[in-house]
């Protein structure tokens, strides 16, 4: 069992920028597969960014060039550094972890909000 914990919403203006953290308990974290979603109200819950544990990364169109996502294996965190901010990134941002070969292995952290006011 994989615990995700999130932190580093909160309201930001425009053009702002903003840090998420994920933390990871339970699980050799250097070996999952790592991504932020995120679902605005109404709407279904879309990628922003993953990052395999190889390093390699892949981002939404829509957060490319403004946000960059990483990890620290020895702080068995992920981040998801956001810049540049506007009021359609506005939502609730998930951590998520994929084991590698265990598809059924996936674990989602609570969420945490992000306000972009204009």
């Known amino acids: 069992q994989v615990q995700l914990v999130e932190s580093g919403g909160g309201l930001v203006q425009s053009g702002g920028s903003l840090r998420l953290s994920c933390e990871a308990s339970?699980?050799?974290?250097?070996?999952?597969?790592m991504a932020w979603y995120r679902q605005a109200p109404g709407k279904q819950r879309d990628m922003v960014a993953t990052i395999r544990s190889s390093g390699a990364t892949n981002y939404a169109d829509s957060v490319k060039g403004r946000f960059t996502i990483s990890r620290d294996n020895a702080k068995n965190t992920a981040y998801l550094q956001m810049s540049s901010l506007k009021p359609e990134d506005t939502a609730v941002y998930y951590c998520k972890a994929d084991h590698p070969l265990i598809a059924s292995m996936i674990y989602w952290g609570q969420g945490t909000q992000i306000t972009v006011s204009s």
């Open positions: 339970g699980a050799i974290f250097r070996i999952y597969h």
